[in-house]
Structures are given as C-alpha cells and as structure tokens.
C-alpha cells in the first residue's frame, strides 16, 4: 500500500470504538427525542405542565449536548482528522454538536413558561401555551437531527472500514506482473 494511502487511514480498532461511542450517543439522542413529551396521549398539553419534569428535559439535553461536545472535540484533537474520512467525520459531528446545543434553551424557554403559565392572564395564556409547544417540539426536533448526523458520521466510518478492507484485499491478491518476454530467435 503506498504510504500516502497508509497515512489516510484510521485504524480499524480506533474507527470500531468510534463507532460504537458514535452510535451509543445516536441512541440517547434519538430516545430522549421520542421520550419527553410534552403533550398528553391526547396531543393536548395539560393544564399544568409540570416545571421540574420540563427543567429536566433541558439539564439531560445539556448533557448529551456536553457528550457530543466532548466526542467532537476528542475526535478534532486526534492524528485522523485530516484525514479525507476524518475530514468527513468532523463534519457530522460538528452539525451534531451545533444541534445539540440548539436544543438546550428551547427547552429551558418551555420550562420558564412553564413556570409563568398560572400568573399569566388569559388572554396570553394561549399565545405561551402554542410557544410552550413550538418551543418543545423544535428542541425534540434538534436532538432527532443531532442523532441522525452522529448516524452519519459513523456510516462515513463504516464507509471508511470497508475501503480498508478493499485496499487490503485488492494489495494481497495483486497479480506478478509478467516478465519481459525473451527473445525466441525467430525474426520476422
């Protein structure tokens, strides 16, 4: 394999465990996504959404946002960055760290309003009641998309992992180029 190829790669080992941790983190984004809810089983939010469960919602969703923080930072730290695959795989996680952090103060606003709602009057008790709502869903909607480019940026590892093993195959099972042919003493 010429060195240049060589030096283009990320261990198998390195993109395995990157891929797992990619994808453990995928998962916990995409759960926490369809676990809080703020509406009832009947899509109406209740009466008195309950502000420590929606605090909580924006405490867990800055952790993970702290996780993905963390993984992009590690990973744009590390010899395999600018790598053409390293190059690609910084990408995604960078969209997913942006995402991520997105999410955080939507649902911090939710749970501020939230805390309003029963001092509010009625007349802008709805306005906050659909902003509580907007605000919630556009958090769920960054952690579903954050979770979908850290799935991204391990597919570009397993894209990665398969090039490998075609370089790796492809250089084992190269055919010997053949010999000058002698000459056989006929002319024509």
Known sequence: MPPGLQRDLIPRNTALHLIDALNALKDQLRDAAQQWELLDENGHLPAAPSYTTLLQHAVASQDLSCGVLRLTADFARSPYR????GSAVLKHLAVAATL???AVPRFTETA??????PRIDSRDRHR???SMVMDHGSARAYLRSASGSLGDAA???HEHLGFQRFTTLT??????????RKPDGRHL
């Open 82 to 85: 600018p790598t053409p695959a």
């Open 100 to 102: 991520s952090s997105h």
């Open 112 to 117: 501020e309003s939230a805390l309003a709602l």
């Open 128 to 130: 906050l009641r659909k």
């Open 155 to 157: 597919k570009e590892l």
């Open 171 to 180: 250089r084992h099972k190269e055919v010997p180029t053949r010999p000058p």
